[in-house]
């Protein structure tokens, strides 16, 4: 099967989100950190630069969302389009969240491949068509993705 589309979850897939506490007190509201996942960015490069159309898929707030974008616009730019459920009113496992990102996109969950560290999530997109891998150690989600002939 080809593979067009790589759609990720971002939160414990790419980042993990961390209170700054000591921020937070100095600015009088809460700071977030947005700490990347090397081994997690480093499969989100590699897909691009195999010319994969890459999509992120969060259940996210759009405060959360902003705060990524500022943090680290050069993994956003990465990004064909980022789906937050704060943006469309839905969120993951809903089917609904799944089938707004195809429609918008004109995707085929058939050539898409979905990775989420939520096992919920994961069989939701199984469900729906699409190839889908359970993230929890990057170096099983890295052979996977070679055994399918995406790395």
Do not use: W
């Not at 589309?5 to 790419?14: G, R």
């Not at 707030?61 to 704060?86: N, R, T, W």
């Amino acid at each position: 099967m080809k593979y067009k589309n790589i759609i990720f979850d971002i939160k414990d897939v790419l980042f993990r989100i961390e209170t700054d506490y000591e921020a937070s007190q100095a600015e009088g509201r809460v700071v977030l950190r947005f700490i990347p996942i090397d081994a997690g960015i480093n499969i989100l490069k590699a897909c691009k630069a195999k010319s994969y159309k890459i999509f992120g898929l969060s259940n996210m707030s759009d405060g959360k969302y902003q705060c990524m974008q500022e943090q680290h616009p050069e993994v956003v730019a990465l990004f064909d389009d980022v789906i937050i459920s704060d943006h469309v009113g839905y969120k993951k496992p809903d089917r609904e969240m799944f089938e707004h990102l195809l429609e918008k996109h004109s995707l085929d969950q058939g050539e898409s491949i979905f990775m989420d560290d939520n096992i919920t999530n994961v069989t939701a997109a199984v469900d729906l068509g699409f190839t889908a891998v359970v993230v929890h150690d990057f170096a099983e989600v890295t052979e996977k993705l070679k055994r399918i002939q995406v790395l």
